[in-house]
């Protein structure tokens, strides 16, 4: 009998590791010119491998629904599988970066002293500089209270907050129907329970692809996976912002990993279960992603740059709004001919579109009317 | 002036700017008694402003208390160090003004919308500190002022754990304590805490469930204010409601229940229309609307509360004075002495 942790595992090596991995072999591929910091294309996979999941699941619930729950877990899995075998030759650059990252790295060699946990290397605990030293153990001790917290919760902890539950619930329903439809009223006839959210669906997504996967092996009612992505994406946000302030400074790159960490608010974030890490990352990546649109004239960063504000969008009704001010940033500043931005900013734009804005045009046109919707007391 | 003097001025300036925000996030407006501006804290005019409007930079409970900070050091790099000089800074400046703009107008209710672009203010903040310092010969104090930056972190969690809670009820029952007796007070709680926190992990996370499953007939029909739990742990059926805004919730969209009727023609409409025989909420949620609240102390017979304030309150035609205090009040000797379970039924009152 497969305990229901178990379960949580297997689909958490598929979704974040197995999915993830196809995708940054994809990024490594098409990165001919190596314009993206590896390490930033690693953190851009673990972050996409789950998202696309979700956003695939959407098409097919909505396009193809009411079919068996094997066959959409077949589909997705099967195209991260044909993405992946099409992108195999950047196995060996993806294979450096991960060895080079997972290896035990000694700290007694001098290369080696700045080298700390967050930048996801194994370390051995010895600096000649003790100072480092001190920030070496703060942020081993961070990072494995962050990694216990994460796991001490998802065993311990249920889902209890309001709007967490609410997400909950319409992943739920949606596996139940195995059904994304438009409609006027969100309502669940076998509960009476009224689904009020107006974002985008990736985030419920999530739980349904959970609760699919977990039905095929008799456990209906898991709910691990949904509550990891806190904790996952809270993870992200700390490894991006380490890896660029390093660039600057190491005690920098710290200390600005022990503020956040220790700011109330970010900590209630990363660690009780909700929507805000994962859309939180979203906005972090788009904000990097459209740096690297202007800075380098490439196909690989405009789509990037699609993907995340699109991803921001498909995550949270705030997403929608920023990837507009992206899309004008990007215009504005983008060095070009006035025809070649246009053009540009219309290809981010599609892809937006298809990384979930779409949504938000059917939710107007033929659903709830999101947030033009008149609200009505009959 | 040398940097050395100028640097340490900012810091006696900044330190000084910190407390007068405190003093006046520290301040209640006794008058007040909207629930909902409360626990937002956002119930004066200057606290409206400070931690609605402008509160990704000035709701220190939430967001530190270092993030106004941004504003002069961005100035700095814009007028002094001319940063902002290739396409990419402005285009990543401009969608950050905006998106910012956007939070403060519309997500000032709701500190997890302000929370949205907190990592890129505080790295944008602390790199923008540390071209200053580079820019001013000021090498030697880098670790220095990081290290007083984090302690200004440490010291707003202390300060926004004794100070600035967002407890409701604590702030409506004009819990105003000197600043030696909340210390004291927090301490003397330690052992209660500890000892709770024991047993609630051998308690069940939802004791209501639990009762709601086992202890209610099959058909059980909820009016659920707000309380989605229901739906999630429970094959129970109920009116999804929210008393706030006064809506509930069904196939045909949304409806009143107050609008337009007296607290009987409430109970009758529940009972009758809605067919709704029990109540799912909590006392605080109750207090939410004046009238709601009316409604439940007339009509709702108080069945079950556990210690996440769940109540489970019976629905009755016959008009009585219906309280929770009494249970309540078992439930909270309970916790202070850290002793489950951590529920009550009127059983355990009478």
């Known amino acids: 009998m497969i305990s229901a942790f178990f379960v949580f595992v297997l689909l958490f090596v598929l979704t974040n590791g197995a999915f993830s991995l196809a995708v940054s072999l994809c990024l490594f591929r098409f990165d001919k010119e190596k314009v993206i910091a590896p390490f930033q294309k690693i953190i851009f996979s673990l972050a996409l491998g789950p998202f696309l999941t979700s956003l695939l699941l959407y098409y097919l619930l909505w396009l193809v629904p009411g079919l068996a729950p094997i066959t959409y877990i077949l589909v997705v899995t099967l195209f991260f599988l044909v993405l992946g075998a099409l992108n195999i030759e950047s196995f060996n650059d993806v294979f450096a970066v991960l060895k080079q990252r997972l290896k035990f790295i000694d700290k007694t060699k001098e290369e080696n002293k700045n080298t700390f946990l967050l930048d996801l290397k194994f370390i051995k605990l010895y600096s000649s500089d003790y100072t480092l030293n001190y920030f070496n153990i703060l942020s081993i001790v961070v990072v494995i209270y962050i990694c216990w917290q994460w796991i001490w919760r998802l065993i311990g902890i249920p889902i209890i907050g309001h709007d967490m539950l609410e997400y909950a619930i319409q992943a739920r329903y949606f596996a139940q129907h195995r059904l994304i439809e438009y409609v006027e009223n969100r309502y669940h006839p076998e509960t009476e329970f009224f689904y009020v959210g107006l974002h985008g669906f990736s985030f419920p997504l999530l739980g349904t692809w959970e609760v699919l996967f977990s039905e095929l092996f008799g456990k209906t009612e898991n709910d691990y996976y949904l509550k990891s992505i806190t904790g996952y994406y809270g993870f992200l946000i700390f490894f991006t912002q380490f890896f660029w302030l390093k660039r600057v400074n190491i005690w920098l790159a710290m200390a600005a990993s022990v503020i956040l960490f220790f700011t109330y608010g970010f900590f209630i974030t990363i660690t009780e279960y909700h929507i805000d890490s994962y859309r939180i990352f979203m906005i972090m990546a788009s904000f990097i992603a459209l740096a690297y649109a202007i800075n380098y004239h490439n196909y690989l960063t405009l789509v990037l740059l699609g993907v995340f504000a699109g991803a921001q969008a498909f995550i949270h009704s705030f997403g929608v709004f920023v990837s507009v001010f992206i899309v004008m940033a990007f215009i504005l500043f983008y060095k070009n001919t006035m025809q070649k931005k246009i053009i540009y900013a219309l290809l981010v734009t599609a892809i937006i579109m298809l990384m979930g804005g779409i949504h938000y045009v059917m939710d107007v046109l033929f659903g709830t009317g999101w947030i033009f919707q008149e609200i009505k007391y009959y | ?350």
């Open chain 2, 1 to 350: 002036m040398s940097n050395k003097v100028k640097l340490y001025l900012y810091i006696f300036l900044s330190l000084v700017f910190i407390c007068v925000v405190y003093f006046f996030q520290t301040q209640v407006d006794e008058t007040v008694t909207d629930v909902n501006l409360i626990h937002r804290r956002i119930e004066t005019p200057i606290k409206f402003w400070m931690n609605g409007y402008l509160g990704h930079f000035f709701n220190f409970k939430y967001l530190g208390s270092i993030n106004w900070l941004l504003i002069p050091l961005a100035l700095f790099a814009f007028l002094k160090l001319k940063y902002f000089n290739q396409e990419w800074k402005k285009a990543i400046a401009l969608a950050y003004i905006l998106s910012l703009f956007l939070i403060s107008v519309k997500g000032f209710f709701n500190a997890r919308y302000q929370l949205t672009l907190l990592p890129i203010t505080l790295s944008a903040l602390l790199y923008f500190l540390w071209l200053y310092l580079e820019h001013q010969d000021l090498h030697t104090f880098k670790k220095f002022v990081l290290i007083l930056i984090v302690g200004l972190v440490f010291s707003n969690d202390v300060f926004g754990l004794l100070f600035l809670r967002e407890s409701s009820q604590s702030i409506l029952q004009q819990d105003r304590q000197g600043l030696v007796e909340r210390i004291v007070n927090y301490i003397d709680s330690i052992p209660a805490k500890i000892a709770y926190y024991e047993n609630k992990s051998r308690t069940p996370a939802y004791p209501v469930i639990d009762f709601i499953r086992k202890d209610l007939p099959a058909d059980a029909h909820f009016l659920v204010n707000n309380l989605p739990m229901l739906y999630y742990y429970s094959n129970k059926k109920g009116i999804y409601y929210w008393c706030g805004d006064d809506t509930y919730y069904s196939e045909n969209g949304r409806s009143r229940i107050m609008e337009n009727r007296s607290i009987d023609e409430m109970m009758l409409f529940i009972k009758d229309t809605l067919k709704c025989d029990y109540l799912l909420s909590t006392p605080s949620y109750n207090k939410y609307d004046p009238k709601f609240e009316e409604f439940t102390k007339a009509y709702c017979k108080p069945v079950f509360l556990d210690l996440g304030e769940f109540a489970v309150y019976k629905i009755t035609r016959e008009k009585g004075n219906y309280s929770i205090e009494p249970m309540a009040k078992v439930l909270s000797k309970r916790l202070s002495k850290g002793v489950p379970p951590f529920y009550v039924t009127p059983d355990d009152v009478e």
